[in-house]
């Protein structure tokens, strides 16, 4: 088996030499884990022989405790403690697993979506590494139809934790980041869960479930919203007009739609969400009361980790942002001139960020009466996502350097989500996950949609790929529904390149609505109601009445994934009283599909065609998961 991760490894070099100013000598601590370390429960044989490599600029003792749980995991509890009597900074921690069984080349590895967008699920031959060949929520090894070896991790409170598969083991690498350990204080690794399931659906369903417990989540909220957005056809450039505009048409469109949210624009400037453009009569008060009085509910969007250099909050409190090794505030700069055309970070290690975004949220949800909240480009509260788009910064300073970038983001999603409150609701966007769960109410699975057919597929497979963490972690949002092509468009369409000018046939604009039914509970228009065509319209109603499925398996799930355009094509989906089955054909030429363990026989499908088909026959959907 190949060990080709030299480059992902490099980025770990780079991302630990970036968080010192100051050189330190790095003391490796290695402990290897035999039943002496298990402390509650014999180590089965499958997981013996455990490493765990701790470097730090001073001792650091380990202890570790792996336990078996009645959910058929094996939990690995590893303490890191500082028994001396001088702050101890960590630089990085190895913990290597080794695989009982010997792996082959022509084994398959299945690696979880980390993100949104950018690390969807990346299948392949355990012996064609990639660059992209790790997550940080889980690894899974397909041995053989009924033999798996998997590890998840179910926290992400201090470190992330990355998954990798090298030579004949699951190998766990985080970077310390210099998180300072002061005298007599120990702290856990993130909990991770071990297993050699029979049946990968089950182990993904019951990882969602675990982590799920491990966080505290008991419910979701039970919610179905659907509406229009403002984002997709308008971007920054719509006012009051366009909204009213659209609100009427949707309501003519579809008399039970819901909502109405109003995306990034809105505001004076980013960073001062609690002041709307001077160009909205009455304020996104006022839209609020619109809105409200049409039978709807308001939601508006924000960026939750950045403002601009234009911004009052920037101008009267620099200190509340990240500065990066020479004390200057991290700016990445998004075009030469302009506004809003800059991006600083708000750093939550300092109160008076935490006390400014409670603030904002404070006044939209109480003065502006708002109380549907969309909070953008959550991955800006880690350190890597901020330096890799800025070239001159090597690290990060924040107002309190003794804890880690996981640490902090958590502590702006802790006020975030106490501002906005247990009433409203609150969608995350554009996130690493791990460190949002528990925070949030919905969670954008998927990156941003674009009204092309070519980036449907895509979109499946980012979006159906976390589906066990949809309906128990949190609500998976899939982004809006857009079907319009140039036909449907007007002069105030948005000017970027993949958003107007399209050709998006009807058969093509009804696979993503064929898609949407059977995934998620925010279903959002993003086109302008009143230029698009009727057949066109007539699709939002179909995908709104379509009952919110409350689960959802890509069963082809080992066939598809080789990259991120290779997108499911047999979705099985379950609501609390039907099952549905989706195919997909996202080729070029027509396709038969057997589904009579479904009772459907065989269903031939055109190229660039969807069918979603409801289940009579008397099997469960567990039996039939296995029968297709």
Known sequence: MKNNHSSFLKKLKQLNSRLYIKPKVWISFILIIGTNACIQSEIPQEWKGITVNVKADKAIETSQNVTSEENGFYRLDITLSNQGSEIVSIDSIEI???????LTNDM???????????????????????????????????????????????????????????????VIRSSGEGRQLKPGETIHYEQIVLSRPSDWQEVLDSFGSAIAKENGIDQLKDVDFS??????????NFGVEDIYENMEKLKEIAPTANLIQIDAGWYAHRGDFAQSRPDFPGGMEEVAKQIKAAGMIPGVWIDGFRANTDSEVFKNHPEYFLRDQDGNIIVRQMRPEGPDNTRIYFDYTH????????????????????????????????????????????SIRPYDPSITDVERMRLGLKVISEAVGPENYLLGCSAVFGPCISFVDGMRTGGDINPRFEDFSERVLANAGNSYLSGKVFNGDTDYLVFRAAEDE??????????HGGSMTLNEAQMWADFNKLYGNCRLSGDKLSTLRPERQALLPEVFNFPVMDKTVPLDFWQHGKDRKDGYEILLAQDAEDIYLGIFNWSDEAKEYDLTAFGS?????????SKVLKYSGSLSFEELSKAL
């Not at 290597?96 to 010997?102: F, G, H, T, V, Y």
Request: proline letters at 3%.
């Open 351 to 394: 109160p008076g960020a935490r006390a400014h975004m409670a603030e904002c949220i404070r006044i939209i949800r109480e003065e502006m009466g708002i109380t549907y909240f969309k909070v953008d480009f959550m991955r800006f509260g880690l350190n890597d996502e901020i330096l890799r788009f800025c070239p001159k910064g090597t």
């Open 96 to 102: 290597r697993i080794p695989i009982s069984q010997s």
């Open 227 to 236: 509406g229009w957005a403002s984002w997709d056809y308008y971007a920054y």
């Open 601 to 609: 026989g065989v269903q031939a499908l055109y190229a660039r065609n």
């Open 108 to 170: 398959n590895v299945a690696f979880g979506s980390s993100c949104m967008g950018q690390r969807p699920v990346l299948v392949h031959k355990v012996g064609e590494n990639q660059e992209n060949s790790y997550s940080y929520m889980y690894a899974m090894v397909k041995m053989d139809a009924d033999h798996y070896a998997f590890i998840g991790s179910l926290s992400w409170r201090i470190f992330i934790p990355t998954f990798t598969l090298e030579d004949n083991a699951f």
């Open 490 to 499: 007007d002069e105030t369409v948005a000017s970027g390149n993949t958003k």
